[in-house]
């Protein structure tokens, strides 16, 4: 589902959200499409995915043994997750 793109919150390209769950930019389009993930376009029609969404997402997913999978992935330095309510 899009919106307007609001002003002053953190956005990520379909690239870096591809690359925070090790999957195929398409992927998370087709997440997009699929009602998973909600996208915000951009005026030339982009999307971008709310990041502090996409870091909600990936907190719940269930975790792997991390030596298998490397480090778990965290929002860059100085990013702050807003509360759930």
């Avoid at 999978?69 to 997750?81: A, C, D, K, M, N």
């Amino acid at each position: 589902m899009s919106s307007r793109m609001p002003e002053g919150e953190a956005l990520l390209t379909p690239a870096e959200v591809a690359g925070l769950f090790r999957v195929d930019p398409k992927t998370v389009t087709r997440w997009a499409k699929a009602g998973k993930l909600s996208s915000i376009r951009t005026l030339g029609g982009h999307r971008r995915y709310r990041a502090a969404e996409v870091y909600a997402l990936l907190d719940a997913m269930p975790r792997r043994n991390e030596t298998s999978q490397g480090p778990r992935l965290t929002p860059p330095p100085g990013y702050v997750i807003p509360p759930q309510d």
